[in-house]
């Protein structure tokens, strides 16, 4: 007869370890659970990841962190969404945000209308009928109203934060609720004879430490996933070519933004994150099209403020891990994949496999149905993911360098092309199970990128044009009259949540 699972170690510090041994000592509460979590202060984490989505703000309740402590204590600004520029030589920038475009009607999307409105020649532009797009054109922040009085007001918001500070608030949260922590060295993992399960891990000083479970936290090595039970990974970097990273921190210049900022260049592109104490930068390229001291006098000129710390480099290898649950390891984080971080997914990936672990979490049997279903879901997850991001690159229509040129003739996955093609033919946005990025944010790249469906959706006849415009121009009216209310984003972080130094 199985038996509840009573010890789990996690392997690994940094956000994804913390981020879990938080959740796993809230899920513990009233259950006889152990939480260990081994680290070395002498091993470096990645610690660049500043920028996230909306779900953050979801677990940061969940888990029990007040959001003002959290935003003082992570030096975190607000984020409305994220600006692209110069992905496109057909428009200066376009803002993904974080909210939906204008109201459905009749129960057909709000892009329907405006896409007929463009086949009678009448132009309209996306972005005015978003209210957080528009906020952040005029540099301001509100925080959403619980009940909006209009679907209009309904948006979400995300943090920029201080990741290794965010680790340590986490640290304090979790060892505080009961999360046993070791500070030291993995000499050796130890796994069963008969079962290749992992038994223990062994320290330097020659201490053993026993689990049922074990969570992979390592980064890029993957300890135990990787090195101790031989997964395998599924590399994606035949349409990923962004293969190494600079990242720096530099003086803040200017007010922070509630936004960040993606721009791209010749061979990659650059990050711009502020925080309330400084910017975070940093430059993803691709080694086979750059050389890496060209990639650092790119990043070195493009930065504003002095630079506050020594360039940090990073190479990678874009792709999953073929299992995220392999027999009793788990992997959270960077050991379980890579994808870059154009969209801020790594946080909220961390995120989603910690929710997928709770919802299917074991006993002694680990029963081999609930396995292949997390790793199912995890790896749908990331395939859409991943389809997002090439979106990026292949409908960019820069030809100033053989990097961009061979992203827009390469072949891409056909979940992918199926996916555009339906957009041109009539507008259609297709959303499968487990998809990050909601039908608007597909709208807004495809929008961005001046990709224009062939026909519009004849159910949109059923408004005249002129009724169509009236309302659009009341909506219009109505967005720019609540952003005009708001605050600015610097004053609103100096009023409610300014870090204490």
């Not at 199985?2 to 796993?24: D, F, N």
């Not at 190494?244 to 791209?264: E, F, G, H, M």
């Not at 081999?368 to 990331?382: G, Y």
Request: glycine fraction near 6%.
């Amino acid at each position: 007869m199985a038996t509840p699972i009573k010890q789990v170690v996690i392997v690994g510090g940094g956000t994804a370890g913390w981020m879990s041994a938080a959740s796993l000592i809230k899920y513990a509460q009233g259950k006889n659970l152990n939480i260990t979590l081994i680290e070395s202060t002498d091993i470096g984490t990645v610690g660049v990841g500043e920028a996230t989505i909306p779900s953050i703000v979801q677990f940061n309740h969940q888990i029990g962190l007040d959001e003002l402590n959290f935003i003082k204590a992570t030096q975190a600004t607000f984020k409305l969404g994220i600006q692209f520029e110069q992905w496109t030589t057909h428009k200066d920038a376009f803002f993904h945000p974080f909210s939906d475009y204008g109201l459905a009607v009749n129960n057909i999307p709000f892009h329907h209308y405006l896409n007929k409105l463009r086949h009678a020649n009448i132009e309209t532009e996306l972005s005015d009928y978003s209210f957080s797009t528009v906020l952040a054109q005029e540099n301001r922040f509100a925080q959403p109203h619980a009940n909006p009085n209009t679907p209009l007001a309904d948006y979400s918001y995300a943090y920029h934060f201080d990741a290794g500070l965010y680790a340590n608030l986490l640290k304090q949260h979790a060892t505080s609720q009961g999360v046993h922590h070791i500070d030291a060295k993995i000499e050796q993992v130890n796994c069963s004879t008969v079962t290749g399960f992992i038994e223990s891990v062994t320290l330097t000083d020659g201490s053993q430490i026993k689990a049922d479970l074990f969570v992979d936290c390592t980064g890029f090595k993957g300890i135990l996933i990787e090195e101790t039970l031989n997964t395998g990974y599924e590399d994606w970097s035949e349409w990923l070519l962004c293969d190494k990273a600079i990242a720096v921190q530099s003086q803040l210049v200017d007010s922070p933004a509630p936004y960040t900022r993606a721009i791209a260049h010749a061979n990659g592109w650059q990050w711009r994150i502020p925080l309330q104490h400084r910017m975070g930068n940093g430059y993803i390229y691709a080694s086979q099209f750059e050389q890496d001291d060209v990639a650092m006098d790119n990043m070195l000129t493009n930065i504003t403020g002095d630079p506050s710390n020594q360039p940090k480099h990073f190479q990678f290898k874009p792709g999953r891990r073929k299992q995220i649950w392999n027999k009793n390891c788990f992997a959270i984080g960077l050991s379980s994949g890579f994808l870059e971080p154009i969209e801020s997914t790594s946080i909220s990936l961390i995120q989603s496999a910690i929710t997928k672990l709770l919802e299917f979490f074991p006993d002694s049997d680990f029963n081999q149905h609930d396995i292949s279903e997390v790793n199912r879901l995890h790896n749908a997850e990331l395939e859409h993911i991943r389809d997002f991001i090439i979106l990026h690159y292949k409908l960019s229509n820069r030809q100033d360098s053989e990097f961009w040129r061979y992203c827009q003739s390469m072949a891409i996955p056909e979940t992918l092309a199926h996916k555009i093609a339906l957009f041109e033919s009539r507008g259609h946005i297709v959303l499968h199970e487990k998809e990050s990025f909601e039908a608007a944010s597909w709208l807004t790249m495809y929008n961005g990128f001046g990709v224009q469906p062939k026909r519009y959706d004849p159910r949109a006849d059923a408004i005249d044009n002129e009724v169509l415009l009236q309302n659009l121009k009341q909506m219009q009216r109505s967005i720019r009259q609540a952003a005009s209310q708001a605050s600015s984003h610097q004053d609103f972080i100096f009023a409610h949540c300014k870090a204490d130094n």
